[in-house]
């Protein structure tokens, strides 16, 4: 950030005001870094998900298809595996949201925080799959 005298004359806040847009510039490079190291790779969409494009509110105690696709996402990254075997483990998902898949879903929201909690002042996944995880969720679907 630079400094600007208490008097400045107007070469200096033009030289502040380019300063300030190279500033915007760069971190524009950062975030656009960062949000591609978050794109979803070339995984192949679970069986469970053809046809699901998430467009519910989801949160403990929702039932549905587009639930089991949600455990069957998460299931795809060791970091969001809802249980590594038993009731909600891969091939053992559930249409049943309960508290291990709102632990994953924490998870989840953690990981993709910049495209799902930043852009709405969160800090901490919430477990609850509201508008920015319904449409990370569709871009993992690539829809």
Do not use: M, W
């Amino acid at each position: 950030i630079p400094t600007v005298p208490a008097n400045p004359t107007t070469a200096q806040i033009q030289a502040a005001i380019s300063a300030i847009i190279q500033n915007i510039a760069y971190l524009r490079a950062q975030l656009a870094i960062l949000i591609a190291t978050e794109q979803p790779g070339s995984k192949e969409v679970p069986p469970h998900c053809r046809g699901i494009v998430f467009s519910n509110t989801l949160k403990v105690g929702s039932t549905g298809n587009e639930v089991k696709c949600l455990q069957a996402l998460l299931n795809q990254d060791s970091g969001t595996k809802i249980a590594s075997s038993g009731v909600g483990s891969p091939g053992n998902e559930t249409t049943l949201f309960g508290n291990l898949t709102k632990a994953a879903v924490v998870k989840f929201q953690e990981k993709y925080a910049l495209s799902i909690l930043t852009p709405s002042g969160l800090t901490a996944g919430t477990g609850i799959i509201g508008l920015a995880t319904r449409a990370k969720l569709n871009a993992l679907l690539g829809k």
